[in-house]
């Protein structure tokens, strides 16, 4: 198999990636903040299309998961960051040398574009034929930097690159200035005035001494003086730099359209791995899940939302973890509970979760078993858009409607806090409409109410409930369990705080 | 270059943390006033007298060389002066140059800072060779050689010719390489290698191997450019010259240092002579005998204080760990005890002592407990706050030390106060440190004296059966009374009337 990408197994996916648009769950479940901070300080890669890009099959994603299992060796990761700083350095020097004005200012900062590139995938090619990758990926990209870096054209770059770099290096020249005139020429061991003056007193030292010299500022460009130095060590030398000339003319396009390719890609897994590695110190565990199309049993322990847990950690908070598991014939998570209890945050990482594992991304948790979906809605509560001439309940429900229209059996619907814009009447004639209509379709999904009889609508509903420390009820754990609703515990606490209970009411009323 | 007037094989060390017992040696032995006199209002004077006194020495031979090199300057005293003008006048003279922060502005003010040392220099050598002869100390014959060997005529001569190349009369030439983008980099100012004017002929000559450009005259960018590469070319050369003026200077700084302290013993041997005060040099002896007799032994911060001559003791108190002075108030017991303690951190640094005769054998260090005024902050009570100082010194003191006590434990009741000093004093006796004491605890005073104790010995303030002190220091066992009485009359009259005016100047 030969090797085109670190990222996609087959030409499949090979349309360009520029065109991807954000899903508009992604803002539901908090993805793009989650893809935001992932690809923090890689802007130059343009790496967001790639999260925009769920892969359809299992075999897609587990070529994903060979790699990143891979990159999490160390010494290959390590590498691959150190070829990328490399690349990142060419890019520089190519972008300065168009910047200048000078020509042989520009052909140097070329050469040494050229030089860095050279030595990189020198360097990434030989490093890679120690190391023991096991992922289909690495393996072809492996032979495929082999055979590029013993082509001739390489070969003969990387000579020709060496021998110029040796050449000008070597030049010493010297300059004479006496009034306006300035006179260059070669170097012949004049002797070195200031090492002869620090020789002569160096007698007299008793401790340390201070650092006289004058930093200047060193721009990358030249003034005409400077230039005008140049073009005369150019006479003294003419062999030189014609020769440099002529290698900034034949040379222009060098880069390997493959490798810088790879260059871009395996950022994809490097931003995700330092993203997570964070998270990883501070006690959270991700897992390569097993991800399926063939069963709808799905579940994870000791999870947890990505995009929430990135905000505490940084916070120095704490992250609460759940778990969840749906046997068959249960498809749905109807979540009920205290409010502010975590019921959203669970509904968002079932989501995040299902979506991560179609990227071929470890995700949150110890163990995972998730169900490779075609499709993924959401269904958040939205702002009030003046300019939507429906009112807020109809627009809740024409959303409904347009997702139930294109939900598949293979989709996974999440709903949040539906209808909470109506009355509890209206509410709860609505829930009961539509919780039916999402068990028809047997899609895998998330249904948060607080509507707590909801739960128990079919045998395929699983009623999870958000839950408060039993010695202070008003207190929240974040902690969603598997869990009959009750409806009471959340409400009684509150009350009894105010003295609103059956019992202490009467008594202050009886007073 | 190593002026090595302080130690045989090292420089003086101004920089070192103060020992542990310092802050309460200069309040206790009234050090400030010996350091005053010495540094006759210079600062660096006080502050190297500071110094060397707190920092004592326990090396007979570290003794030994720094009394060659003091009685070298007593019998010199106006060669030795002049060394450290000269050396004062060059500090002085370059702090007054000018300075800027181009390299070509630091080059500028090395070279006029280096013109004006080499002058010192120039005058330094010829002091050595005039008077370098006379001097008989180790420490000081070292100095002069050194001078004479590293200022020698070719030396002096390079130096000039240093100087001369650079003011550039020829143009500058520099070397340079090609950096990051063919930008020259490395520039280093050249001198040609064996014909003087090879370059100059190689760019005003036929020789085609060189090539030139001008700048135009109304081309200012290009004259800043030009001036730029100059002070690029300048720089090392520039930092070169300005660190070894600052060479020179750091010997100019530390000869005035070490000579400053000789100085200073100048400055208090001249005030003493002048009082007709005696002075000797002390026979330090081995730390592990427990020599101390004197003849003469005067307080030093005493007599600086006063217009006449003060009372000089006798003492024999070899082989003694235990002093336990009593007697009358204000007999002249503090300023006796205040006067060993002077005289052996003078010994301990070098100095001459003020007695006619001093002998003692060296000890680690010197520390002081003595009665304090209440605490300010009143975060202790007066007891709590004297034990806590004690507690203090017992973290720092050793084998070998001495403990000077004045009046110790005197914050409480006599019995209490007695039974804490004689357990603290026996535990320090046992510990091998020697402790001098001035108490008003009979019961303490009187305990000890009754163990019969060799190396005990029990003196007295004396007075005379009028009533009037000599402030002498006399051998004798303590009397259960301190005269407290006399004191009360000499102030209220012995009509229990308020005196007039009746001179305290003796108690410091």
Same mark, same amino acid.
């Given at each position: ?10 030409f ?8 991807q648009d954000?899903?508009s769950?992604f ?6 903040q ?13 790496l967001?299309?790639f999260?925009?890009?769920?892969l ?9 998961h060979e790699?990143?299992r891979d990159?999490e060796?160390? %010494?290959?990761?390590?590498?691959v960051?150190?070829? %990328?700083r490399?690349?990142?350095?060419m890019r ?7 910047e200048?004005?000078?020509?042989y ?10 030089e ?23 393996r ?14 390489? $070969?003969?770059?990387?000579? &020709? ?6 050449e000008?290096?070597a030049i010493r ?27 002569t007193?160096r ?7 201070k ?5 200047f500022d &060193? ?13 005369l060590?150019a006479?003294l030398?003419?062999?030189?730099f ?6 900034y003319?034949r040379?222009?396009d060098?880069?390997? %359209?493959?490798?810088r ?8 897994y490097l ?5 997570i590695?964070?998270?990883k110190?501070?006690g959270l ?10 069963s ?11 995009a ?5 950690? $940084? ?11 749906l046997n068959s ?17 669970f509904?968002r ?7 991560? %594992? ?7 948790g110890?163990?995972?078993?998730l ?10 509560e ?16 024409? $959303?409904?409607?347009?997702?139930l ?45 607080f509507?707590?009889?909801l ?5 395929t509903?699983?009623?999870m ?40 009411l009467?008594r202050?009323?009886?007073? | ?12 060390n ?24 010495m ?17 004592s ?24 002066r ?22 070509e502005?630091?080059?500028y003010?090395?070279?006029?800072a ?50 001369s ?16 983008g ?24 036929k020789?085609r191997s ?16 030009l001036?730029?590469?100059r ?9 070169a ?10 010997f ?5 240092t070490?000579?400053?302290? !000789? ?6 041997h001249?005030q ?5 005060e ?13 020599a101390l007799?004197?003849r003469?032994?005067y307080?030093?911060c ?23 002075i009593?007697?009358?108030n204000?007999g ?12 052996y ?14 002998s003692a ?19 202790k ?7 806590s100082?004690m507690s ?30 004689r ?7 046992e ?15 009187q305990?000890? !004296? ?17 009533g ?9 066992e303590?009397?259960?009374?301190s005269?407290?009485q006399d004191? !009360?009359k000499?102030i209220?009259?012995r009509d ?13």
């Amino acid at each position: 198999m030969p090797f085109h990408s670190i990222m996609f197994d087959l030409f499949e996916i090979d349309a360009d990636v520029e065109d991807q648009d954000t899903p508009s769950f992604f803002h539901d479940l908090n993805l793009d903040q989650i893809f935001q901070s992932v690809t923090a300080g890689r802007d130059e890669y343009n790496l967001k299309p790639f999260f925009s890009m769920p892969l359809n099959d299992v075999d897609a994603i587990t070529y994903r998961h060979e790699i990143m299992r891979d990159l999490e060796g160390e %010494a290959l990761r390590g590498r691959v960051e150190s070829f %990328a700083r490399n690349m990142k350095a060419m890019r520089r020097h190519l972008a300065q040398a168009d910047e200048l004005r000078y020509e042989y200012q520009k052909a140097s900062w070329f050469l040494d574009a050229v030089e860095i590139y050279c030595n990189a995938v020198s360097y990434l090619a030989d490093e890679l034929s120690h190391l023991d990758e096991k992922s289909r990926g690495f393996r072809t990209f492996r032979e495929y930097l082999n055979t590029y870096v013993n082509s001739d054209g390489f $070969r003969s770059l990387l000579a &020709e690159t060496k021998k110029l770099k040796e050449e000008l290096s070597a030049i010493r020249y010297c300059v004479h200035i006496q009034d306006n005139r300035i006179t260059v020429g070669k170097y012949e061991a004049e002797l070195d005035c200031g090492a002869e003056v620090g020789k002569t007193f160096r007698k007299f030292q008793q401790g340390s001494v201070k650092d006289y010299r004058v930093a200047f500022d &060193e721009p990358p460009d030249m003034n005409h003086v400077e230039a005008g130095v140049l073009d005369l060590v150019a006479r003294l030398y003419p062999g030189i730099f014609l020769e440099l000339r002529d290698y900034y003319d034949r040379h222009r396009d060098y880069p390997d %359209a493959t490798i810088r390719r790879f260059d871009r890609e395996v950022q994809f897994y490097l931003a995700y791995l330092q993203f997570i590695e964070n998270l990883k110190s501070s006690g959270l565990n991700f897992c390569y899940p097993h991800v399926t199309d063939r069963s709808k049993e799905v579940h994870a322990y000791e999870t947890f939302d990505l995009a929430l847990a990135n905000k505490l950690v $940084r916070e120095h908070s704490k992250v609460v973890c759940n778990d969840f598991s749906l046997n068959s014939p249960e498809r749905i998570f109807v979540v009920s509970g205290a409010n502010q209890g975590g019921k959203t945050t669970f509904a968002r990482t079932f989501g995040q979760l299902h979506y991560l %594992a179609r990227l071929g991304l470890p995700v949150p948790g110890r163990e995972a078993q998730l169900f490779l979906c075609d499709r993924l809605f959401t269904h958040f509560e939205r702002e009030e858009h003046i300019e939507n001439l429906r009112g807020k309940l109809q627009d809740e429900l024409v $959303r409904m409607h347009d997702i139930l229209q294109q939900a598949t059996s293979n989709s996974i619907v999440i709903v949040n806090e539906g209808f909470g814009s109506t009355t509890l009447n209206d509410a709860l004639f609505l829930g009961r409409e539509v919780l039916p209509q999402i068990i028809k379709r047997d899609v895998l999904s998330v249904y948060v109410t607080f509507i707590d009889e909801l739960s128990t609508l079919s045998r395929t509903t699983v009623s999870m409930v958000s839950t408060t420390v039993p010695e202070n009820p008003t207190l929240r754990t974040y902690k969603i369990v598997r869990r009959p609703a009750d409806g009471r515990a959340y409400a009684i606490a509150i009350a009894e705080k105010y003295a609103l209970t059956y019992e202490s009411l009467k008594r202050r009323i009886v007073r | 270059m190593k002026a090595f007037l302080m130690h045989r094989d090292q420089d003086l060390n101004l920089q070192a943390d103060l020992p542990p017992n310092a802050a309460a040696l200069i309040q206790d032995l009234e050090l400030n006033t010996l350091f005053e006199a010495m540094a006759r209002g210079d600062k660096l004077l006080f502050d190297v007298a500071k110094k060397v006194v707190l920092f004592s020495l326990n090396d007979p031979k570290a003794i030994a060389y720094r009394e060659g090199i003091l009685s070298d300057c007593l019998e010199h005293a106006a060669v030795v002066r002049e060394i450290y003008e000269l050396v004062v006048q060059a500090i002085e003279g370059e702090k007054k140059i000018w300075w800027g922060k181009s390299p070509e502005l630091i080059l500028y003010r090395a070279v006029q800072a280096l013109e004006l040392f080499v002058g010192t220099l120039n005058r330094l050598r010829q002091l050595a060779e005039g008077h370098g002869g006379q001097f008989r100390s180790e420490g000081f014959v070292r100095f002069f050689a050194m001078l004479a060997q590293e200022l020698d005529d070719e030396y002096l001569r390079v130096v000039q010719e240093h100087l001369s190349q650079l003011r550039f009369r020829d143009g500058i030439l520099m070397s340079a390489k090609l950096g990051k983008g063919n930008r020259g980099v490395d520039y280093i100012l050249r001198r040609p290698l064996n014909e003087r004017r090879s370059w100059l002929k190689r760019i005003f000559g036929k020789d085609r191997s060189t090539y030139s450009f001008e700048i135009d005259g109304r081309d200012e960018s290009g004259h800043r450019a030009l001036s730029e590469l100059r002070e690029r070319g300048i720089n090392l050369v520039a930092n070169a010259l300005a660190q070894s003026t600052d060479h020179i200077l750091s010997f100019f700084m530390m000869l005035r240092t070490e000579l400053g302290f !000789y100085v200073g013993c100048l400055n208090l041997h001249e005030q003493l002579v002048l009082k007709g005060e005696p002075t000797c040099f002390p026979v330090p002896l081995a730390s592990d005998s427990a020599a101390l007799s004197a003849r003469g032994l005067y307080d030093v911060c005493l007599t600086l204080r006063l217009e006449t001559r003060v009372v000089g003791n006798d003492l024999a108190a070899d082989n003694k760990v235990l002093l336990i002075i009593t007697g009358a108030n204000q007999g002249g017991k503090s300023t006796f005890l205040r006067s060993v303690g002077l005289s052996y951190v003078m010994m301990q640094c070098g100095m001459f002592v003020p007695a006619e005769r001093f002998s003692a054998s060296l000890c680690s260090a010197i520390f002081t407990h003595y009665k304090r005024e209440e605490d300010a902050t009143m975060k202790k009570g007066k007891l709590d706050e004297e034990l806590s100082r004690m507690s203090e010194i017992a973290d720092h003191i050793g084998p070998g030390c001495i403990l000077l006590c004045n009046e110790s434990f005197s914050s409480t009741n006599e019995r209490e106060g007695s039974e804490i000093a004689r357990q603290v004093i026996s535990a320090l006796l046992e510990a091998g440190i020697r402790v001098f004491l001035v108490t008003h605890l009979f019961e303490l005073a009187q305990g000890f !004296y009754r163990k019969r104790m060799d190396a005990a010995l029990f003196l007295r303030a004396e007075r005379q059966v009028d009533g009037r002190r000599t402030f002498r220091i006399v051998e004798g066992e303590p009397l259960p009374t301190s005269y407290g009485q006399d004191l !009360y009359k000499e102030i209220f009259g012995r009509d229990g009337q308020p005196a007039a005016a009746v001179p305290l100047d003796t108690q410091l």
